[in-house]
């Protein structure tokens, strides 16, 4: 056999030997990377961190401000980054605003290319189409998984994971990571330093990953 031939012969079985594989492959089996496909495309399309800021403008009455809950807290931050602007605005008074006023904080152009289309349902059922997203959350690596077989007839699993994380730009600030101190975390736990979890259930076509917490 010459050295040509053998060199073609050889490089057709290395085309050969991935179609192989996939000929092979079962999408169903609890393998890295069945996991790491389903993960993968789990995250980019749910991978997004929002802060259920769904309908804008958002209004604060003076108690509220004055009670510090979250948007008291939040709101003037993204003021001052150029996220959103304020008004104080007359309102119909009533027992919970005596004052008849609210300050309403709507989205500055700026602030607009993170409300991003976020399908949600609250758990009074109310539906959201956007919400204000901050950061998006890519696969690292795939620690290790736990199987869930109590149920034959609906296998289920846990993969572990760490994560690279995208984070919009004026997180750089120190007031907004202050007061979004969950966000500073996860934030901080990329690359490794912390490990996240996603659940899966077994469908007809290979792993379809859970809604809500696991």
Partial sequence: MTSMLRKILTTGLLVLLPAACDLNHDPRAATRQNFRHALE???AERGDICLAMFDWPLELTPAEAGAGTRHAVQLPVFEKLGLATSTVVDVPKTADNPQGVV???ALT???RKYYKPHPYTSRDGAGH???FCVAHVRLERIVGWQLDTHDAAHP????SYTYEIDPAPWLQDADARRVLPMVARAIEGAG???QLRQGFTLGEQGWVASS???
């Fill in 41 to 43: 495309d789990t995250l």
């Fill in 103 to 105: 300050k309403r904080y």
């Fill in 109 to 111: 152009g700026e602030g």
């Fill in 129 to 131: 189409a956007r919400d």
């Fill in 156 to 159: 289920a699993a846990v993969v």
């Fill in 192 to 194: 490794g330093r912390l």
């Fill in 212 to 214: 809500g917490p696991v």
